[in-house]
């Protein structure tokens, strides 16, 4: 099995660029996908793979990964940005067992 | 446009089954690379993966609820489902269903789209 974790919160600035990051083992051989949630709604993918964004997603929404460490950036964050954010990948096994992690409650100040 | 929809009793008795299906329209629950899955989350807790599904049936379950779950799929209705038995109210939560882009030979698989989701209150 695996585990992904996540700061539980993040805040930044108004226009400034903030970084979410996910730890976990299986990310040394897989990439994360990234899921924004708003209050009240489903959650929706925003960055997967390297760093692919789906038909929709903003620019400014950006994927890394380096080590055991995949991260969200966001440049030049935005008062809609404000949301949860979970990563996710597969399993160490590479079956598709999905893995979440904890979440991260970005406040845009 | 792909769209997942999940439909179910929105109040479970303590120690009965959870039934819930999911309905995809706008594409084949029986094309290739594709999982479909299920996904909780109670309130105002984090996501938790509950298990998928392809289309010939193959499954794979989280470890910790897998002895309670079995997840199906119906082809000819384009259509998946979850039951999780012996529920408590712990499993209360927002269900929802996923398809999984999944490609073996790719380091990576992504959850998209997904179904609005549906509150189950287990109470008795």
């Known amino acids: 099995s695996s585990e992904l974790t996540q700061d539980p919160a993040v805040s930044v600035a108004l226009g400034q660029t903030v970084r979410i990051t996910c730890q976990g083992d299986?990310?040394?051989?897989?990439?994360a996908s990234w899921y924004q949630q708003k209050p009240g709604q489903a959650p929706v993918l925003v960055i997967y793979?390297?760093?692919n964004r789906p038909s929709g997603i903003p620019d400014r929404f950006s994927g890394s990964s380096s080590g055991n460490t995949a991260s969200l950036t966001i440049t030049g964050a935005q008062a809609e940005d404000e949301a949860d954010y979970y990563c996710?990948?597969?399993?160490?096994?590479?079956?598709?067992?999905?893995?979440f992690g904890g979440g991260t409650k970005l406040t845009v100040l | 446009q792909l769209q997942l929809q999940e439909s179910g009793p929105g109040l479970v008795k303590p120690s009965e089954t959870l039934s819930l299906t999911c309905t995809v329209s706008g594409g084949s629950i029986s094309s290739s690379s594709y999982y479909w899955g299920w996904i909780r989350q109670p309130p105002g807790k984090g996501l938790e993966w509950i298990g998928s599904?392809?289309?010939?049936?193959?499954?794979y379950y989280n470890p910790s609820l897998k002895s309670r779950v079995t997840i199906s799929v119906d082809t000819s209705k384009n259509q998946f489902s979850l039951k999780l038995s012996s529920v408590t109210a712990a499993d209360t939560a927002v269900y929802y269903c996923?398809?999984?882009?999944?490609?073996?030979?790719?380091?990576?698989?992504?959850?998209?789209?997904w179904g609005q989701g549906t509150l189950v209150t287990v109470s008795s």
């Open positions: 299986s990310l040394r051989s897989y990439y």
């Open positions: 996923a398809r999984l882009v999944f490609y073996q030979l790719l380091p990576y698989n992504w959850f998209d789209p």
């Open positions: 793979g390297k760093n």
């Open positions: 599904i392809y289309y010939s049936g193959s499954t």
């Open positions: 996710n990948s597969r399993d160490s096994s590479g079956n598709p067992l999905g893995v």
